[in-house]
């Protein structure tokens, strides 16, 4: 209502409260009064999306306040909306537990209303798992060996932090509570977590006043220059803007400057491969392709022109482009930025996505990373078509300097299939690299002699007693093997994307250790073998400088004997039997390290590594890469230690075809549909220009307008400030500028929506019969849900007829 007060008082701070100001502030205040609800004070304020059945919506709290499981679910259940009673989440498709998940924020285990307690909902049996809001169970994403049911007091369920699978845990209740059973025991420690709440209402359209939740991207797409053969299109904003995440906000400001509602300078370009970086960033400009300027690397357009100082900050880069695959198949693209982005490929879906970022559950073909800076390193595979033409847009941003971005592609489901070891290149790069063999950098020269000594309890947990015990057993050890061929070893129950893999997923083909029958505690190893290092130049016996990573869960040590490690990284040096060696001396699911030693290509060394098992997870793996990896770790350069060569996948690239042709409706041809578009049509309409005619009737009209708004802009007749939503930010837009019944000419965002030049009270009948006020954002499928309009709203919109004729008359 705060609106209808600063309308009121804005009018008579001008002298200006008259019949028009009068009725439009009542029309305000009629309009935005919010939908009552009541609100879980414990939750975030709700959100709706359509995951109701049939495409309906339904409405979803996050409740950031941590607690068990039985009592989540009764916190929820004692809150309605609209006369439904609430739940826990449930979840029907892979985009709804992506939007459930997206709700809580990164790092937090969030419970939803998935349960196998006896009496907690209709049909749940200990092992069937069933929906506390009585819904079939049709989804499902547990995580690798869930549910597991450990101990047999885990009957709740909830979404992992950051991976969005699901895991079973203890619920909070006690020994044979809600009812009595053999499989209902004692739950009462349960852990707590943050929850999702979800009232299941099924509307056919948007709740006014709460938010709704649509695709990250706008469509049609953000305009800019179309591309060229061979090219993208790139077109950069700066000037006066201060460029802040999250990305919604990020995309407002884009949509604002392309709308002209925001002023801003741009540069454009059309460059070969999405392969930018500022000339003046000291750190990563091509962490893949290792490119250089000059050589497949291009600055960005807005070069130099964005700031007082050479590094570039606070600007938006666009780019549009038409790929077209030269084979049937799943590709893999990844996209590698300094700050985030969203990619979005039109009429293509994205099947599965890995690393920082995620996929829209709204908007099928997108990815984004919603982010500042760090770990936008994201992966997602599409099933694309040869020969289709597959349009692209990509959208990132720059703050505080250090820009770049590399979008890349590797024919294949690089994400899941483990034969694949991509050979990267540039997204509409249209070369074809055939299957290569390579040598790792550190090679071993024969199998590994693995050693373990089982359930040492008692002992100084330093890695020299555990070399001293493996030592003093190496003729009789617990268990042992001498087949391994690389030195990447778990035990049979770790996750190969998990700790203390992390940095280095493997494959699911990790060597065992011998000891590993199940998930053992309490054990050392140690292993033994010869390696040679190459940097590929086949110049034996030089001197390489070659840095060591290794990540262990628990401790570990890597020693190379008769040579000494020069510095290494988040670990101090250590002597072992005379040699500086590289120690992580401390419990913990991920240390991880590295060391850098200068070695004679060619030449036989002897090593050994040692680990050491606590408890829970066993893990330990050694890579290498030529050089210094101290200051500027890059995990592309890191080889495997093993004795295979490597074996890079073949990859197809893709073509980049002409945009050339605009979008229709663009009228002023600058490459985006826009307000100027819709005055160009205004004028058509007066002069009956039939080029403007959209719905082939010979003649141009209001139907004409609509299809420009409704159709090709997706959005609603009204939305003044075209960012595809019809609210009262509009209707404040047109007033300030004082067109209404003024006599004078009015343009699209000054308030004439039906193209007759002008702004009076016709402009809202157009408007409000569109039924798209504060309906958020218009579907993509052009089905919508048209509310009968109320009868004082009826007599309201009259009134802005009535009201100027009765003051004429009294004149």
């Known amino acids: 209502m705060g609106i209808c007060w600063i309308m009121s008082l804005c009018a008579l701070k001008r002298k200006a409260m008259n019949h028009k100001t009068i009725w439009c502030s009542v029309l305000f205040c009629f309009l935005l009064t919010p939908f009552a609800i009541a609100q879980n004070p414990n939750c975030l304020d709700p959100v709706q999306a359509p995951f109701g059945p049939g495409g309906t919506w339904n409405v979803y709290q996050a409740c950031l306040t941590k607690m068990k499981w039985a009592d989540a679910l009764e916190q929820a259940r004692a809150f309605e909306f609209d006369g439904v009673a609430g739940n826990l989440a449930s979840i029907h498709s892979a985009a709804e537990n992506q939007f459930i998940h997206g709700l809580t924020g990164a790092g937090e285990h969030a419970w939803i209303g998935l349960t196998d307690r006896v009496g907690v909902a209709p049909g749940a049996q200990e092992g069937t798992f069933v929906w506390t809001s009585g819904e079939p169970l049709t989804y499902e994403k547990w995580r690798k060996k869930q549910p597991s049911n450990s101990s047999g007091t885990e009957d709740g369920v909830y979404l992992f932090r950051n991976a969005s699978d699901w895991n079973d845990d203890e619920t909070g209740y006690a020994l044979n509570q809600p009812v009595p ?6 739950e009462s420690n349960g852990k707590s977590y943050v929850s999702v709440h979800e009232y299941n209402l099924g509307a056919a359209s948007p709740y006014p006043g709460i938010e709704a939740s649509y695709a990250l991207l706008p469509n049609p797409p953000f305009g800019g220059p179309a591309a060229t053969t061979g090219n993208w299109s790139v077109i950069d904003y700066y000037g006066s803007l201060t460029v802040e995440p999250p990305i919604n906000d990020v995309v407002d400001l884009l949509v604002g400057i392309q709308n002209q509602v925001i002023d801003s ?29 000059g050589e497949g690397l291009f600055p960005y357009p807005s070069n130099d022109l964005t700031a007082a100082t050479a590094d570039d900050a606070n600007f938006l880069s666009v780019a549009h482009g038409r790929i077209q695959p030269q084979e049937d198949g799943i590709y893999t693209i990844q996209v590698q930025s300094s700050e985030g982005f969203a990619l979005r490929i039109q009429d293509a879906t994205v099947l599965n996505v890995a690393g920082g970022g995620t996929y829209d559950p709204f908007g099928p073909g997108t990815i984004y990373f919603a982010g500042d800076t760090e770990n936008s390193s994201t992966k997602a595979t599409y099933d694309l078509k040869a020969g289709q033409a597959y349009d692209v847009e990509f959208l990132t941003w720059e703050r505080s300097g250090g820009a770049f971005v590399e979008i890349v592609s590797q024919k294949g489901d690089e994400i899941n299939d483990p034969s694949i070891n991509p050979q990267w290149m540039a997204l509409g790069d249209p ?45 009789g050890p617990d268990a042992e093997s001498n087949d391994a061929t690389r030195f990447q070893f778990d035990d049979s129950n770790v996750d190969p994307k998990g700790c203390p ?29 010869t390696l040679q290092v190459d940097n590929g130049d086949a110049v034996l016996n030089e001197n390489i400088t070659v840095s060591f990573y ?16 020069e510095e290494a990284s988040n670990i101090e040096l250590f002597d072992l039997d005379g040699d500086e060696s590289i120690v992580a001396d401390q419990n913990g699911c991920q240390n991880s390290y590295v060391g850098v030693i200068s070695l004679k290509e060619g030449v036989d060394y002897d090593f050994e590594g040692i680990h050491v098992e606590r408890g829970g997870d066993a893990g330990m793996q050694v890579l290498a890469a030529v050089g210094n ?73 209001l139907v004409d307008r609509q299809v420009w708004v409704n159709d090709l802009k997706n959005s609603w007749m009204g939305d003044a400030n075209l960012d595809g939503e019809f609210n009262s930010n509009d209707l404040v837009v047109v007033f300030q500028v004082g067109a ?59 009134a802005l007829f009535w009201l100027p004729t009765r003051v004429s008359r009294s004149v």
């Open 629 to 701: 990896h101290i200051e500027e770790f890059d995990p592309i350069q890191f080889t495997l230690l093993q004795t295979d060569a490597i074996k890079f996948s073949r990859n197809v690239g893709m073509q980049l075809l002409s945009q050339t042709d605009g979008p229709i409706g663009d009228y002023n041809q600058n490459g985006q549909l826009d307000a100027e578009d819709l005055d160009l049509q205004a004028l058509a309409i007066a002069g009956q220009d039939l080029s403007f005619d959209l719905n082939s009737d010979g003649t141009v009209d």
């Open 431 to 475: 070369s074809v690299l055939p299957e290569v063999d390579r040598m790792p950098t550190a090679r071993l020269t024969g199998p590994l002699r693995v050693v373990n000594m089982n359930r040492i309890e008692e002992f100084d947990q330093v890695i020299e007693a555990a070399r001293d015990i493996i030592y003093d057993n190496l003729d």
């Open 740 to 798: 209404f019944e003024s006599g004078n000419p009015a343009t699209w965002s000054e308030g004439d929506w039906n193209g007759d030049g002008s702004f009076t009270s016709s402009d809202f009948v157009v408007a409000f019969q569109g039924g798209g006020y504060e309906n958020g954002l218009r579907p993509e499928n052009g089905v919508i849900a048209v509310p009968e309009p109320s009868t004082l709203l009826l007599l309201l919109i009259a």
């Open 550 to 565: 290794v990540s262990s869960d628990d401790r570990s040590s890597f020693r190379i004997v008769g040579e000494d490690f």
């Open 265 to 293: 300078q741009s540069a454009t370009a059309q460059i070969p491969t999405l392969t930018l970086a500022d000339p003046d960033n000291a750190g990563v400009m091509s962490p893949s392709l290792k490119l250089e300027f």
């Open 501 to 529: 893999f992390g940095e280095f997923n493997h494959d699911g083909n990790a060597e065992q250790w011998p000891n590993s029958s199940g998930n053992r505690d309490d054990f050392i190893s140690g292993v033994f073998g």
């Open 181 to 186: 059973d053999a499989g209902s025991l004692n």
